[in-house]
């Protein structure tokens, strides 16, 4: 059977580290069992100009996404970035990409849906569209329909561990309703987006664990590379997404206590390192096989991110998992996906949503990984019956 399989991600698209990871891991363990999988290499690049999407979003009444975009690249730091730093992560994504993932050669731009994605599409007998956030209702229009495969197909339409992320507006129910009720099978990553799918469509829908957690820590600790940062054991590897105003310093105040260092995976710029005086590194250059080495040889692990969340587990580390906090630029980023899986292995005390609690206590607390594992695993052992189930 030739799959394809449809998430966030193309060769030179992504750089975050569990978009990528994820997707590597469903390539793999469909290629590894036997199936011939490819990732579909999406290249977004839109030439309508802002302008265009504001006179757009405006006549069908949903300004709210782009005016959000507007605002986070106004308020973004990014630029800080040096242009070096930059250009050494995309390289080094770009290089995992295409040394892991299976691609497949056409690139395809979802803005744009054209007589070549249907030559594409209809060699395959079989798309999977997820994991991630692919049926965020926030999403661009174009792109929104293109994940939820608004488009004819021959073969089979699946989901896998697929994330609605927020609720579903009144006005996009129809859109979800048409194009999901065209799959064949459907499965997605939390209870709450299975919750929202049963009220629209009226049918159970499965809920498996995100593809990370479909391989083991041993395939994982087979890609890791250390990186050339001069670390010294122990430290703290904090990885967040949008609460690091709060976050570092509260780190910052627990390593004096340790006395140890911490690494953070995003960028820090050099005016604010001088005010932290246990950060041993900020490793925002780092590729996806540099961040795992890093989480895997960590003493603690501090995340706002589901994958960092995952991961952990995975790799059995002393964890606190950082609740998201709602704000303007966050819809992609909802607590219902961290807070099922830790609720479905027995670990929703390792959650934190007021940062000020986060203490010595709860991140010294023993974690019984042997119960974690049975239930991790019964997860797994679900979540794959879905999947060949689905692909008969």
Request: net charge positive; with cysteine.
């Amino acid at each position: 059977m030739k799959i394809c399989i449809i998430t966030i991600i193309g060769k030179q698209l992504n750089d975050n580290y569990g978009g990528v990871l994820q997707s590597y891991a469903l390539n793999l363990f469909l290629n590894r069992n036997g199936f011939e999988a490819y990732t579909m290499d999406i290249f977004p690049a839109s030439n309508r100009s802002i302008f265009f999407k504001l006179v757009h979003s405006f006549k069908r009444g949903n300004i709210a996404p782009i005016i959000k975009m507007l605002l986070f690249k106004i308020f973004k730091r990014t630029n800080n970035i040096n242009k070096e730093l930059k250009r050494e992560r995309e390289e080094k994504f770009i290089y995992f990409k295409i040394k892991h993932i299976k691609f497949t050669e056409e690139s395809v731009n979802p803005f744009f849906i054209k007589n070549e994605l249907f030559d594409l599409i209809n060699r395959f007998d079989t798309l999977i569209v997820g994991s991630d956030q692919v049926w965020n209702p926030s999403l661009n229009e174009d792109i929104l329909n293109f994940f939820l495969l608004n488009f004819p197909f021959s073969g089979k339409k699946i989901s896998y561990a697929a994330s609605i992320g927020i609720p579903i507006p009144k006005k996009l129910i129809r859109i979800y309703k048409k194009c999901l009720g065209n799959f064949n099978n459907l499965s997605v990553r939390e209870d709450e987006s299975a919750k929202l799918l049963k009220d629209i469509l009226g049918v159970e829908v499965d809920v498996s664990i995100d593809p990370v957690g479909l391989l083991d820590d041993e395939d994982w600790k087979s890609i890791m590379k250390c990186p050339e940062l001069g670390i010294s054991n122990p430290y703290i590897f904090v990885y967040d997404l949008v609460r690091s105003s709060e976050i570092i310093p509260k780190i910052n105040e627990l390593c004096d206590k340790l006395g140890i260092g911490f690494i953070n995976c995003k960028y820090i710029d050099v005016k604010e390192r001088k005010k932290l005086r246990n950060l041993q590194y900020s490793a925002y250059e780092c590729g996806p096989e540099e961040f795992l080495w890093l989480l895997n040889n960590s003493e603690y692990v501090v995340s706002s991110s589901y994958h960092g969340v995952l991961l952990s587990i995975i790799f059995r580390k002393k964890f606190i998992a950082i609740l998201p906090k709602k704000n303007i630029f966050s819809s992609m980023h909802s607590e219902s996906r961290v807070l099922y899986l830790l609720n479905r292995l027995g670990l929703n005390h390792r959650s934190v949503y007021n940062v000020s609690n986060l203490s010595l206590d709860i991140l010294n607390e023993k974690i019984n990984y042997d119960d974690i594992k049975e239930k991790l695993d019964k997860f797994k052992y679900e979540s794959i019956s879905y999947l060949f189930k689905a692909l008969r």
